[in-house]
């Protein structure tokens, strides 16, 4: 799936696409609006992008401690304070999708 796919997906279906990964799928239902059903997703995605999704969830809930303890898991540094929020997620969204680096 490309990012192109993933925010045309967002925005028509109701659903998320068969076979998405819980990592994707966490972002896909974050950009929905629904953090609860992300939070799930990105928890049983036991990979390391699950864990660099459930990371970004606790961040966006507010949680730095419990952020930190998944950027760890994921072998990432928790971003600048200066990082918004949707620009982390795109920055996840692209690695996820293969049009970034940041593996």
Not at 30 to 47: E, I, L, M, N, V
């Amino acid at each position: 799936m490309s990012f192109a796919e993933l925010q045309a997906s967002i925005a028509r279906d109701a659903a998320p696409p068969a076979g998405m990964s819980g990592a994707l799928g966490g972002l896909w239902h974050d950009a929905r609006g629904d953090w609860s059903a992300a939070h799930t997703c990105a928890q049983d995605d036991h990979s390391r992008d699950g864990s660099w999704v459930h990371a970004y969830l606790h961040r966006k809930e507010g949680d730095p401690g419990n952020a930190g303890y998944w950027y760890a898991k994921a072998g990432r540094r928790m971003p600048a304070e200066s990082t918004t929020l949707a620009a982390e997620w795109e920055q996840i969204a692209r690695a996820l999708t293969g049009e970034q680096g940041g593996r």
